[in-house]
């Protein structure tokens, strides 16, 4: 797989018969799954060359002015996920004011057809392009039909009775509840990032944790203590540890500052430096301010028994 991300690198996909799916893939959910993997499926059979084409920074960075969108997943995990599917060429378009300008059919001539040569264009149901979003599914389909390339438009995934959505997998493991999302994602949510020093507040207590350096523009689940996998420097799933991981800012400390510490049952190894994934499986409570450490400690403890008892079925 490739990532391409500059006009120089773009000049590499001329004269192919490049397939296209257009999206932000932010979880890379069911939804944007089955997208992709219907343009896999049929560029074998045509002989395309699959592309996923994506924007960056996040347009809604750019269209609403905000100065960051909390995400699902960094870049890096997401295109991770994408070519796992058989994309072989992922194309990062550089998003700006200039962009986000560009009218629905100059989009379509100047990068769809001029600069990516699109064979086939596949979309999602409710996917926007142009200025302002005007661009429609039915309007693209009228510029294939004009300018010469096929358009594919998916159906919605439903879960249940949900049509599977970024917003949605984004509103549900933003409120903690990780297994409704993970029913909507097709794997379970997870973090990850480099252990760091952090101020032993668990050693203290009597539990080892491991302080989690998260980027700041990826999207936490609510402040609470969850049961969770943890995953050490890339180990498979064989190698996956049961463990407690808390969210939030420790109030009983009076503490202000937000942090991921992950206590990974027994295990005592030392863990600074290494890269940590957490799987999270389940929230057990809500952070809270406890009367004194020895009530934090009996709710450790109680939470660490919960979450053997979780992980163990």
């Avoid at 896999?40 to 996040?58: A, I, M, R």
């Avoid at 264009?121 to 996917?127: L, M, P, Q, S, T």
């Avoid at 994602?185 to 668990?202: M, S």
Wanted: aromatic share 10%.
């Amino acid at each position: 797989m490739r990532i391409l991300k500059t006009t120089e690198e773009f000049q590499k996909l001329r004269g192919e018969r490049n397939a296209l799916v257009l999206g932000n893939f932010d979880g890379v959910h069911r939804g944007h799954r089955q997208l992709i993997s219907q343009c896999v499926t049929d560029s074998k059979q045509q002989g395309w060359q699959p592309c996923v084409l994506t924007f960056d920074p996040h347009p809604a960075a750019v269209v609403a002015g905000s100065k960051q969108v909390k995400l699902i997943n960094t870049a890096e995990q997401r295109f991770e996920m994408i070519g796992a599917l058989g994309i072989e060429n992922i194309i990062v378009l550089p998003f700006d004011k200039e962009l986000a300008a560009t009218g629905p059919e100059e989009f379509v001539t100047a990068y769809l057809v001029g600069l990516f040569g699109a064979a086939a264009v596949y979309i999602g149901f409710n996917y926007s392009f142009g200025r302002y979003g005007a661009g429609t599914p039915e309007l693209l389909t009228e510029y294939g039909a004009k300018y010469g390339f096929l358009v594919r438009v998916s159906q919605p995934v439903v879960v249940g009775d949900e049509i599977v959505s970024s917003t949605l997998v984004r509103t549900k493991y933003r409120s903690g509840a990780v297994a409704g999302a993970a029913g909507l994602l097709g794997y379970w949510p997870f973090l990850a990032g480099e252990v760091v020093g952090g101020d032993k507040r668990g050693r203290q207590l009597g539990f080892s944790t491991a302080n989690l350096a998260v980027p700041e523009h990826l999207l936490l689940p609510a402040f609470g203590v969850y049961a969770a996998y943890a995953e050490i420097d890339g180990k498979t799933a064989a190698g996956l540890l049961p463990a407690v991981v808390n969210i939030g800012v420790k109030p009983t400390f009076d503490s202000v500052k937000m942090s991921v510490e992950v206590h990974i049952l027994d295990f005592s190894e030392d863990l600074y430096g290494k890269n940590l994934k957490v799987h999270f499986r389940e929230k057990l409570r809500n952070e809270k301010r406890f009367a004194s450490a020895v009530e934090l400690q009996k709710a450790i403890i109680a939470d660490i028994e919960r979450a053997r008892i979780i992980l163990s079925t």
